[in-house]
């Protein structure tokens, strides 16, 4: 099984950006997907996830409406769309999965990608 995640860049505070999280090995269609992200000198944070019961999407509370996980167009893909970026958004966004994982839940992944790097700046 293999991630990545890609779509990341420099934008300027209240830019946008739509990350983009793709899959091999596994089906991104029928597994529930979360996006972590680090900042440099802090610890890995949970973002948001999305379920592939209902395509139901939770987030962590600084990026509710302002960030949105949705199914990507392209099969076994998870899109990112980040809008109003902070400076505080700045970090390496990866994306996750794993057979006992289920969003909301912290646990059970086992699969990460590569991350892609969000750096808002001005």
């Known amino acids: 099984v293999q991630l990545q995640a890609s779509g990341g860049g420099s934008v300027q505070p209240g830019g946008s950006l739509r990350l983009s999280c793709a899959a091999s090995?596994?089906?991104?269609?029928?597994?529930?997907v979360g996006w972590f992200r680090q900042a440099p000198g802090k610890a890995r944070e949970w973002v948001g996830c999305?379920?592939?019961?209902?395509?139901?999407?939770y987030y962590r509370e600084s990026v509710k409406g302002r960030f949105t996980i949705s199914r990507g167009s392209t099969k076994d893909t998870v899109d990112f769309q980040l809008t109003s970026l902070k400076p505080e958004d700045t970090a390496v966004y990866s994306c996750?999965?794993?057979?006992?994982?289920?969003?909301?839940?912290?646990?059970?992944?086992?699969?990460w990608g590569k991350g892609t790097q969000v750096t808002v700046s001005s």
């Open positions: 090995g596994i089906s991104l269609d029928y597994s529930h």
């Open positions: 999305i379920s592939p019961v209902d395509g139901s999407t």
């Open positions: 996750t999965t794993g057979y006992y994982y289920h969003c909301p839940g912290k646990g059970g992944m086992e699969f």
